[in-house]
């Protein structure tokens, strides 16, 4: 980070969430994605007069099921207002929104930092909300096209309080968020396709100052990277009017990938002011506890749960049951792998190091892993029967990567099996000794140091395939002959 | 409080409502009476009355979560001013 500790950086989201529903959230119109353009708007997606919304009951549950996740208050007694702009991605002129009596109430979620501490980012609410169409500029000979598929579709906006004071901050509650919808199967959060996206609110101030600085929001964020990207250059952009003497203005910014900068989006700046009151075409929507109680019964293992179970259970650190946790995919993969290797420590440390860091070299998600949990197991139980060595392993999950086999398969056509004949192993270390006289004559002497270059020297003669703890049981063996 | 012909042009504007000159000051006036009616309103003590969200003394219904509807993108776009691939064109909105 380029900017010094004289500021301090204050940072709230908006994340917007689709719910997964068959139907859109007050017509029957489908919600499938990648349909052919306005083949899902229907008379009351498009605002024809004289309709009706009706609310979808499976939106509303899907929303209280999230209640229930972060522990925040439930709206027994939730409004549906109107948000009013005009814009064509919007045929009514209004979105339907919830203002004042949302669904959701106070919550929270917790974070854990790099140095390993946790710290507990509030929600203020969670509101049930139609999305908007979709627009696209330049082809159309001057004007612009209107897709309505989008419109109506039911999310929900999750909104956080200002905790978050880095963009690293930001992004691993956005992750967190985004990990929890996709446990609790109230959407599929699938970013590509804008079911999950995000607004931030940035501002800064002079360390110690107490009142905000002024902020400015960025729009419509919809990848991880990019938020944390644009969170920086924004961070930057505003330290850097401050010190030449401006003001931030409070504005929407949109966030450019392409040149890494954010721009202001003025043209909005002057209709904002939304006019929200109630929409007399809904009623207000009525629950009772034993609706909460029968949604709170169907929430699985929640990802902090099912940490903390890891931990206790399997023995892990925090630290990887937190890895391993932060996806239901990963988690699942996980299980599986440690159900069929039967060692939990071995089974974590090969999932949250050379396949985390494979998936995260290839950006690619556990899902698309190219070795499977099973086969991954079938390499673990290799290694914990001495057949090949962690090293050679590697190796070994490098070339299933790449497709040649499973991990027997590959043992045996590339002949990596570990050399546990302890005659073998004898002739080897014989071998180096009798190449390093002076070398043994000095660890002899006590030079411990020594013992290091000797195993070395055996694991290079036999291309890495004696077992290590042999060639220092035998080593050890000369030395004391 | 009362509104000034700035604020009934402002409203005018957000409302897409095109208003002319020469009628400002009269709605500048009944909006005004309306503001000071709202005003004597709020005078009134309501501790303990639930807010009215809706006047109808219900609550909502819900719908099942099912697909009901089957595309009619043609007889829709039959009435719209202009549409190509499939797409409602509007004059050109940029941000």
């Known amino acids: 980070m380029s900017y010094d500790s004289n500021w301090e950086v204050v940072i709230g989201l908006e994340i917007h969430c689709q719910l997964a529903t068959k139907s859109k959230i007050f017509s029957g119109s489908s919600t499938a994605y990648g349909a052919e353009p306005n083949t899902q708007a229907n008379a009351v997606d498009l605002a024809m007069p004289g309709v009706l919304p009706v609310f979808n009951k499976e939106a509303l549950r899907l929303a209280v099921k999230f209640g229930l996740a972060v522990d925040a208050e439930i709206g027994m007694r939730s409004v549906f207002d109107r948000k009013n702009y005009f814009y064509p991605d919007s045929p009514k002129a209004y979105q339907i929104t919830q203002m004042d009596h949302p669904i959701v109430g106070v919550g929270h979620m917790d974070i854990e930092l790099e140095n390993g501490e946790t710290k507990r980012i509030g929600i203020t609410r969670a509101h049930l909300e139609e999305d908007a169409g979709k627009s696209m500029h330049g082809a159309y000979h001057g004007m612009t096209g209107i897709d309505l598929n989008r419109a109506g579709t039911p999310l929900i906006e999750i909104v956080s309080e200002p905790d978050m004071s880095s963009a690293k901050e930001a992004v691993a509650y956005m992750r967190k968020i985004h990990s929890l919808v996709r446990y609790i199967e109230i959407s599929d ?24 600085g002024t902020r ?24 850097d009017v401050i010190e030449d003497g401006g003001k931030v203005v409070q504005e929407t910014r949109l966030y450019d990938a392409d040149k890494n900068e954010t721009r202001s989006m003025r043209s909005k700046e002057e209709a904002n002011d939304y006019r929200y009151f109630p929409d007399p075409d809904l009623l207000p929507v009525v629950i009772d506890e034993a609706y909460v109680e029968a949604i709170r019964k169907e929430l699985p293992e929640l990802p902090e749960q099912k940490k903390q179970r890891y931990i206790k259970e399997f023995d892990l650190s925090s630290y990887d049951a937190d890895v391993i946790t932060s996806s239901r995919e990963l988690a699942d993969y996980f299980e599986t792998v440690n159900a069929k290797c039967g060692d939990a420590k071995l089974a974590a440390n090969w999932v949250t190091g050379e396949l985390a860091a494979r998936l995260n070299k290839e950006e690619i998600e556990i899902t698309d892993s190219k070795v499977d949990a099973e086969a991954y197991a ?11 060595s962690g090293k050679i392993a590697k190796d070994v999950f490098e070339a299933m990567w790449q497709g040649e086999g499973s991990a027997d398969e590959v043992i045996e056509s590339k002949g990596l099996k570990q050399i ?61 002959a | 409080m009362s509104l000034d012909a700035d604020a009934v042009k ?22 005004s009476n309306i503001i000071d009616l709202v ?33 009619q993108r043609e007889i829709f776009q039959a009435i719209a001013p202009k549409t190509e691939d499939g797409l409602y064109l509007v004059p050109q909105v940029i941000e």
């Open chain 1, 378 to 388: 079938g390499l673990l139980l290799r290694i914990k029967d001495n057949t090949i």
């Open chain 1, 420 to 480: 546990t004949d302890s005659s073998a192993i004898e002739a080897m270390v014989d071998e180096v000794i009798a190449n390093n006289t002076n070398q043994f004559e000095e660890l002899k002497g006590g030079k411990d140091k020594m013992m290091g270059f000797f195993v070395g020297q055996v694991m290079k003669a036999s291309g890495g395939k004696a077992n290590p703890g042999q060639v220092n049981q035998i080593m050890r063996k000369r030395l004391d």
């Open chain 2, 10 to 31: 402002k409203i005018a504007y957000l409302a897409r409502l095109k208003i002319d000159e020469a009628d400002v000051p009269g709605y500048v006036n009944n909006l």
């Open chain 1, 216 to 239: 400015a929001e960025l729009k419509n964020i919809n990848s991880f990277r990019f938020v944390e990207k644009a969170i920086n250059i924004e961070i930057e952009r505003q330290i």
């Open chain 2, 39 to 71: 005003e004597q309103m709020s005078a009134v003590d309501t501790e303990g009355v639930l807010p009215m969200s809706h006047p109808m003394d219900a609550v909502q219904r819900l719908r099942e979560d099912k697909v009901t509807e089957t595309n």
């Open chain 1, 189 to 212: 959060g699938n970013m590509q396709e804008g079911s999950f996206r995000c607004d931030a609110n940035v501002s800064v101030r002079p360390k110690g100052q107490k009142e905000l």
